[in-house]
Nanobody
Framework: QVQLEESGGGLVQAGGSLRLSCAAA????????MGWFRQAPGKERECVAA????????LYADSVKGRFTISRDNAKNTVYLQMTSLKPEDTAVYYC?????????????????????WGQGTQVTVSS
């Protein structure tokens, strides 16, 4: 059973930084696509960043490109989302997700339905 557990959320002022962590367990994730999603109240869940564990290729939503960085620690089976230059519009619950099908990487990396496993989410609030 795949388990994903996020941590690192909190309250930060605009312009500040946070690093989210996602501890992954229960599988060998070498072929997985890992993603960070967010969902603000009244809005659809949005993928902000994703990468293929094998090879480390990354993709980002335009709204966070240049500000957010997704990375991994293989030894710890942990995925990170480093967020800088945070804006009030970044306020949301952030979720870590795992997609066991690397063939969906090219066209569907951002589609929530392609991800089979989800963490419980961590709140990020950016004050103006």
């Amino acid at each position: 059973q795949v388990q994903l557990e996020e941590s690192g959320g909190g309250l930060v002022q605009a312009g500040g930084s946070l690093r989210l962590s996602c501890a992954a367990a229960g599988r060998t994730f070498s072929s997985y696509v890992m993603g960070w999603f967010r969902q603000a109240p009244g809005k659809e869940r949005e993928c902000v960043a994703a990468f293929r564990w094998s090879g480390g290729t990354t993709l980002y939503a335009d709204s966070v490109k240049g500000r957010f960085t997704i990375s991994r620690d293989n030894a710890k089976n942990t995925v990170y989302l480093q967020m800088t230059s945070l804006k009030p519009e970044d306020t949301a619950v952030y979720y870590c997700a795992a997609n066991p099908n690397p063939d969906t990487w090219g066209l569907h990396w951002h589609v929530p339905g392609e991800y089979d496993y989800w963490g419980q989410g961590t709140q990020v609030t950016v004050s103006s």
